[in-house]
């Protein structure tokens, strides 16, 4: 027979009150593969260590409670959780109770916001540096002279949005007409050069028409143009001053940013996870590609998710799981691979065991199942999946410019879905639409869609490698033992049961995966183990996380800007016309005052005084009330 206890701590662990709660008449604890699981324990109301000596109460909301037990095999912990709700209830003897519940531990991850967190990240590359007329490499450090004859070029093989300048000599000369363009040869009959947009160049000094480009170290930002084109293998950006006003400067070193995914997703997220979080050693430390053996690269931002959503997210992006450890405040990080528990369930009068339960069976890694339930569900099963990131109607994000491919999985034609070849042959063709406005590219240049649409098959790939295929889920109760499973683990499992002569179950050396782990201690030492395992590792959809799931999707639909090359705000007051389709601007004009200078009014009349345009779409307006 088992002894319990509880004790209720603070965040930090330490201990409240005149010693553990030793008076509970049950404890109940459940923890879940990819979110936060729970707990329960009911004691009686009338305990005097339910009052601590300073005369509060040892039960307050947002302590935490954890369990303890102790039988031959030593000490352990059977749970811990955030006390959420207190309720009084009265026994049929009675006796006031208290039935105390909440969140496991996890729950703290839900206390912190990720805020803004982008996973990606600016890298710096060195580039070619060369002379026009003829393409000359200039070798740097060195001197750069600007005149009509002579442009600059930075070239590098992928496009980039930054070029960083380190000077050791600088420009004196005062100019405003510095020329920056790229090579456009999306006509190949006529290729040409254009202006690059949104400029914003800090290697300027002065203001007004006295601006001395290359006056200082600095940088010329710019928005990746979407017509760049190849230019010998390059993507080329040309400088030069039209006006022949540039003095010679020298250049010590020349570098070119690009925006990249990243490998240590997982770490920047746990990086904002409330103090003395941290990842389990046990587990996995990145996002890990076990056929390339290389880490996974994510490419994700976030608006304003918590630790503990971004997880999920991102353990849905890469196809991954978690959870919580069995050390305190640790991260699990299972990754993709079946983590074996190398434990079998077996029902304990199964005639390997001798027809009951054999007395060498404990010191075998064996569990005995006293119940089993079975139930196969094929809701969310589908075969071929379309999907679309961010955007609004044709400018939506798709799979088009991905550079992914997978056997045994084809790509429709434009990106439009992803099917799995083998489930279609099985089930047929089953359609099934997913949104993820929560990804779109950085920017709008062809390297940052590529990024974007290959994060949007590895989330699209990831969910339909589960969805396309039927699961079976199993409830199983087990004599408690020595042995531990955790959810995200894996169990062989031998069962069966004959009607008559039908054989209605008939499980034989099945891999399951561990999907929730339940266990129940009582005041008499009696204790039952439980466990929800499946042959497909997620979680069926029921109302509940249906409806979660839908607020989820509502909040990042308000959270996520879609990006643009630039920025347009008309604030000057006046009212304005504007020609909306689909509710996309097409065209914006003023509207000239009449003559006395006043506004026509009526009642139901309201005068447009600012809005704000992202990418051509109305994001904010400001309106003022017309009197009569």
Same mark, same amino acid.
């Given at each position: 027979?088992?002894? =319990?206890?509880?004790?209720?701590? @603070?965040?930090?662990?330490?201990?409240?009150?005149?010693?553990?709660?030793?008076? %509970?008449?049950?404890?109940?604890?459940?923890?879940?593969?990819?979110?936060?699981?729970?707990?329960?324990?009911? =004691?009686?109301?009338?305990?005097?260590?339910?009052?601590?000596?300073?005369?509060?109460?040892?039960?307050?909301?947002?302590?935490?409670?954890?369990?303890?037990?102790?039988?031959?095999?030593?000490?352990?912990?059977?749970?811990?959780?955030?006390?959420?709700?207190?309720?009084?209830?009265?026994?049929?003897?009675?006796?006031?109770?208290?039935?105390?519940?909440?969140?496991?531990?996890?729950?703290?991850?839900?206390?912190?916001?990720?805020?803004?967190?982008?996973?990606?990240?600016?890298?710096?590359?060195?580039?070619?540096?060369?002379?026009?007329?003829?393409?000359?490499?200039?070798?740097?450090?060195?001197?750069?002279?600007?005149?009509? !004859?002579?442009?600059?070029?930075?070239?590098?093989?992928?496009?980039?949005?930054?070029?960083?300048?380190?000077?050791?000599?600088?420009?004196?000369?005062?100019?405003?007409?510095?020329?920056?363009? /790229?090579?456009?040869?999306?006509?190949?009959?006529?290729?040409?050069?254009?202006?690059?947009?949104?400029?914003?160049?800090?290697?300027?000094?002065? *203001?007004?028409?006295?601006?001395?480009?290359?006056?200082?170290?600095?940088?010329?930002?710019?928005?990746?143009?979407?017509?760049?084109?190849?230019?010998?293998?390059? /993507?080329?950006?040309?400088?030069?001053?039209?006006?022949?006003?540039?003095?010679?400067?020298?250049?010590?070193?020349?570098?070119?940013?690009?925006?990249?995914?990243?490998?240590?997703?997982?770490?920047?997220?746990?990086?904002?996870?409330?103090?003395?979080?941290?990842?389990?050693?046990?587990?996995?430390?990145?996002?890990?590609?076990?056929?390339?053996?290389?880490?996974?690269?994510?490419?994700?931002?976030?608006?304003?998710?918590?630790?503990?959503?971004?997880?999920?997210? +991102?353990?849905?992006?890469?196809?991954?799981?978690?959870?919580?450890?069995?050390?305190?405040?640790?991260?699990?990080?299972?990754?993709?691979?079946?983590?074996?528990?190398?434990?079998?369930?077996?029902?304990?009068?199964?005639?390997?065991?001798?027809? $009951?339960? %054999?007395?060498?069976?404990?010191?075998?890694?064996?569990? +005995?199942?006293?119940?089993?339930?079975?139930?196969?569900?094929?809701?969310?099963?589908?075969?071929?999946?379309?999907?679309?990131?961010?955007?609004?109607?044709?400018?939506?994000?798709? =799979?088009?410019?991905?550079?992914?491919?997978?056997?045994?999985?084809?790509?429709?034609?434009?990106?439009?879905? +992803?099917?799995?070849?083998?489930?279609? $042959?099985?089930?047929?063709?089953?359609?099934?639409?997913?949104?993820?406005?929560?990804?779109?590219?950085?920017?709008?240049?062809?390297?940052?869609?590529?990024?974007?649409?290959?994060?949007?098959?590895?989330?699209?790939?990831?969910?339909?490698?589960?969805?396309?295929?039927?699961?079976?889920?199993?409830?199983?109760?087990?004599?408690?033992?020595?042995?531990?499973?955790?959810?995200?683990?894996?169990?062989?499992?031998?069962?069966?049961?004959?009607?008559?002569?039908?054989? $209605?179950? @008939?499980?034989?050396?099945?891999?399951?995966?561990?999907?929730?782990?339940?266990?129940?201690?009582? !005041?008499?030492?009696?204790?039952?183990?439980?466990?929800?395992?499946?042959?497909?590792?997620?979680?069926?959809?029921?109302?509940?996380?249906?409806?979660?799931?839908? =607020?989820?999707?509502?909040?990042?639909?308000?959270?996520?800007?879609?990006?643009?090359?630039?920025?347009?705000?008309?604030?000057?007051?006046?009212?304005?016309?504007?020609?909306?389709?689909?509710?996309?601007?097409?065209?914006?004009?003023?509207?000239?005052?009449?003559? !006395?200078? +006043?506004?026509?009014?009526?009642?139901?009349?309201?005068?447009?005084?600012?809005?704000?345009?992202?990418?051509?779409?109305? *994001?904010?307006?400001?309106?003022?009330?017309?009197?009569?």
């Amino acid at each position: 027979m088992a002894e =319990m206890w509880i004790d209720v701590e @603070n965040a930090s662990g330490t201990r409240y009150g005149d010693g553990p709660i030793r008076t %509970a008449t049950s404890w109940t604890s459940t923890r879940r593969l990819d979110r936060a699981g729970e707990f329960s324990f009911t =004691m009686p109301a009338s305990d005097p260590r339910l009052v601590c000596s300073d005369g509060t109460a040892l039960l307050q909301h947002k302590r935490v409670a954890r369990c303890w037990a102790a039988d031959e095999n030593g000490i352990r912990e059977k749970g811990a959780g955030i006390i959420d709700t207190i309720e009084w209830t009265v026994d049929a003897n009675g006796a006031t109770m208290l039935t105390v519940s909440g969140s496991d531990l996890l729950r703290e991850l839900a206390n912190r916001t990720v805020g803004d967190l982008e996973l990606f990240e600016a890298v710096t590359y060195t580039p070619r540096l060369e002379y026009q007329p003829v393409y000359s490499v200039i070798t740097i450090p060195g001197n750069v002279n600007l005149n009509t !004859d002579n442009f600059v070029f930075i070239r590098y093989a992928r496009p980039f949005s930054k070029i960083n300048f380190n000077l050791t000599t600088f420009n004196a000369s005062e100019t405003s007409t510095l020329q920056i363009q /790229y090579y456009n040869a999306q006509d190949a009959d006529m290729p040409t050069w254009e202006a690059v947009g949104g400029v914003v160049n800090t290697t300027n000094v002065g *203001t007004g028409e006295h601006i001395i480009p290359f006056g200082q170290d600095g940088s010329i930002e710019f928005d990746p143009p979407t017509g760049w084109t190849l230019d010998d293998g390059y /993507y080329t950006i040309r400088i030069f001053d039209q006006e022949t006003e540039i003095d010679q400067f020298y250049v010590q070193s020349c570098t070119v940013t690009i925006v990249e995914p990243v490998t240590d997703g997982l770490q920047r997220i746990m990086a904002l996870a409330p103090g003395g979080w941290s990842l389990d050693p046990a587990g996995m430390y990145a996002t890990w590609d076990i056929s390339e053996d290389e880490a996974k690269s994510v490419y994700m931002q976030f608006a304003g998710e918590s630790v503990l959503s971004a997880l999920v997210l +991102l353990a849905e992006q890469t196809g991954e799981h978690f959870t919580l450890s069995a050390a305190a405040r640790r991260v699990w990080w299972i990754g993709e691979a079946q983590e074996s528990s190398g434990i079998r369930a077996v029902q304990s009068t199964d005639a390997t065991l001798g027809g $009951a339960f %054999a007395p060498d069976a404990a010191s075998q890694a064996i569990m +005995l199942i006293t119940d089993l339930s079975k139930a196969s569900d094929s809701y969310e099963l589908y075969t071929r999946a379309y999907a679309y990131g961010a955007g609004v109607g044709s400018g939506r994000l798709t =799979m088009e410019k991905t550079t992914r491919s997978t056997s045994g999985y084809t790509l429709g034609a434009l990106g439009a879905y +992803l099917e799995a070849d083998a489930a279609i $042959a099985i089930y047929g063709r089953i359609d099934k639409r997913e949104d993820y406005p929560d990804i779109a590219p950085v920017d709008t240049s062809a390297a940052q869609i590529v990024n974007a649409a290959n994060t949007l098959y590895d989330r699209v790939l990831a969910n339909l490698r589960r969805k396309c295929q039927l699961q079976y889920a199993y409830s199983l109760e087990v004599v408690p033992s020595k042995y531990e499973v955790w959810p995200g683990q894996t169990i062989r499992v031998d069962y069966h049961e004959w009607v008559e002569n039908f054989h $209605a179950v @008939n499980i034989s050396d099945l891999l399951l995966w561990v999907l929730e782990t339940t266990q129940t201690i009582d !005041d008499s030492g009696a204790q039952t183990v439980a466990f929800t395992v499946a042959t497909v590792d997620y979680w069926s959809l029921n109302d509940f996380r249906a409806v979660a799931r839908l =607020m989820g999707k509502v909040e990042t639909d308000r959270s996520v800007d879609v990006p643009a090359t630039g920025y347009t705000s008309i604030a000057a007051g006046n009212p304005v016309t504007l020609d909306v389709q689909n509710g996309q601007v097409l065209s914006v004009g003023r509207v000239v005052p009449i003559a !006395d200078g +006043l506004y026509p009014s009526n009642d139901d009349t309201h005068t447009l005084r600012w809005l704000r345009i992202k990418s051509g779409i109305i *994001t904010e307006v400001g309106i003022e009330e017309i009197g009569p």
